[in-house]
């Protein structure tokens, strides 16, 4: 997914969670107006300065940022930087004199259009447009004297909640990603049973092999990894199996995780599933008639493509 459809989706969420108490930070980044503030946390998470970013969080929430895995703090300042790496930050205003806070990075920018802040005694409310995006607000309460980041739309900023949920979605297009490897590799079999009429004994057969050297051993139709078993936090097994007709010309694919994620700043783990298993694939082996096609197909065989 990326980070502008992230953002979107992020723009559009109807989730309303508690959000926690707020008591003095022991370091305070002062800003006497909202849209300040708000600039200058949208500026923090463009240059990836998760240390700062924190200083614009409610205390219990910049707690629970700061505990955080590092990968999961720079996940969550990309999400809102809507880039994919560390940016310079470009503050100007428009003609009306609002905030346009440009982040710009190597492979392009974004850009986040300020409006009229609506204060209310300890809370602001500062609507924000992002070209191509939905227009949304960003809340503020104002806690020991600065102004902190309170929620966006209608999602209030529960930093343990929101890396659980985020999590969760991680996982969950990991695991499809995981069943299309399956699939990958079931392709991969059949087409080295096409070229080598027979199926291969382990998944190192179907590794890598030195330039112009495929062999039977080293097919050059998954990468180093799957070859080895395991990939992206999975392990994939592989095993010929009892056709119905009793010949070994069927195979077994499967892959499960290999940990247990603990989620920081929560009390919980979240698992994912126990696994997947493609049914029986049954390879039908090249006749006598096809065979002489063999070594055609063994040259048409090209490097890694799972």
Same mark, same amino acid.
């Given at each position: 997914?990326?980070?502008?459809? @992230?953002?979107?989706?992020? %723009?559009?969420?109807?989730?309303?969670?508690?959000?926690?108490?707020?008591?003095?930070?022991?370091?305070?980044?002062? #800003?006497?107006?909202?849209?300040?503030?708000?600039?200058?946390?949208?500026?923090?998470?463009? /240059?990836?300065?998760? $240390?700062?970013?924190?200083?614009?969080?409610?205390?219990?929430? &910049?707690?629970?940022? +700061?505990? !955080?895995?590092?990968?999961? /703090?720079?996940?969550?300042?990309?999400?809102?930087?809507?880039? #994919?790496?560390?940016?310079?930050?470009?503050?100007?205003? #428009?003609?009306?004199?609002?905030?346009?806070? +440009?982040?710009?990075?190597?492979?392009?920018?974004?850009?986040?259009?300020?409006? $009229?802040?609506?204060? +209310?005694?300890? %809370?602001?409310?500062?609507?924000?447009?992002?070209?191509?995006?939905?227009?949304?607000?960003?809340?503020?309460?104002?806690?020991?004297?600065?102004?902190?980041?309170? @929620?966006?739309?209608?999602?209030?900023? #529960?930093?343990?909640? !929101?890396?659980?949920?985020?999590?969760?979605?991680?996982?969950?297009?990991?695991?499809?990603?995981?069943? *299309?490897? %399956?699939?990958?590799?079931? $392709?991969?079999?059949?087409?080295?049973?096409? &070229?080598?009429?027979?199926?291969?004994?382990?998944?190192?057969?179907?590794?890598?092999?030195?330039?112009?050297?495929?062999?039977?051993?080293?097919?050059? !139709?998954?990468?180093?990894?799957?070859?080895?078993?395991?990939?992206?936090?999975?392990?994939?097994?592989?095993?010929?199996?009892?056709?119905? $007709?009793?010949?070994?010309?069927?195979?077994?694919?499967?892959?499960?995780?290999?940990?247990?994620?603990?989620?920081?700043?929560?009390?919980? @783990?979240?698992?994912?599933?126990?696994?997947?298993? !493609?049914?029986?694939?049954?390879? /039908?082996?090249?006749?006598?008639?096809?065979?002489?096609?063999?070594?055609?197909? +063994?040259?048409?065989?090209? *490097?890694?493509?799972?």
């Amino acid at each position: 997914m990326s980070t502008l459809t @992230s953002f979107a989706a992020l %723009l559009t969420a109807n989730l309303l969670v508690l959000v926690h108490g707020t008591p003095a930070h022991a370091q305070e980044a002062r #800003d006497s107006e909202p849209a300040a503030a708000l600039s200058a946390a949208l500026a923090a998470a463009c /240059r990836a300065n998760a $240390d700062q970013f924190a200083k614009y969080l409610t205390a219990d929430n &910049a707690a629970a940022f +700061r505990a !955080l895995p590092e990968e999961q /703090r720079a996940a969550f300042l990309k999400r809102l930087s809507l880039t #994919d790496e560390a940016g310079k930050p470009l503050i100007s205003s #428009d003609p009306q004199q609002h905030t346009v806070l +440009r982040c710009q990075t190597s492979s392009g920018s974004a850009e986040y259009h300020f409006g $009229d802040a609506r204060v +209310r005694e300890n %809370l602001a409310f500062i609507p924000v447009t992002v070209p191509g995006s939905h227009a949304s607000e960003f809340g503020l309460v104002r806690e020991t004297g600065a102004w902190r980041l309170l @929620s966006l739309g209608l999602l209030l900023f #529960d930093i343990p909640q !929101l890396s659980k949920q985020w999590m969760e979605q991680d996982f969950a297009a990991r695991e499809d990603a995981v069943i *299309q490897t %399956l699939r990958g590799l079931a $392709d991969a079999v059949q087409t080295y049973v096409h &070229a080598w009429g027979k199926l291969p004994e382990s998944l190192a057969q179907l590794g890598p092999a030195p330039q112009d050297q495929i062999s039977p051993d080293q097919a050059s !139709l998954v990468n180093e990894h799957l070859a080895a078993g395991s990939e992206r936090g999975y392990s994939y097994r592989y095993r010929i199996v009892p056709a119905p $007709d009793g010949s070994e010309t069927a195979f077994e694919l499967a892959a499960g995780p290999r940990t247990t994620v603990k989620l920081a700043g929560a009390r919980s @783990s979240w698992t994912p599933k126990a696994g997947f298993m !493609l049914p029986i694939n049954t390879a /039908r082996l090249p006749t006598r008639t096809t065979r002489r096609s063999k070594a055609k197909r +063994r040259n048409n065989l090209r *490097q890694p493509q799972v």
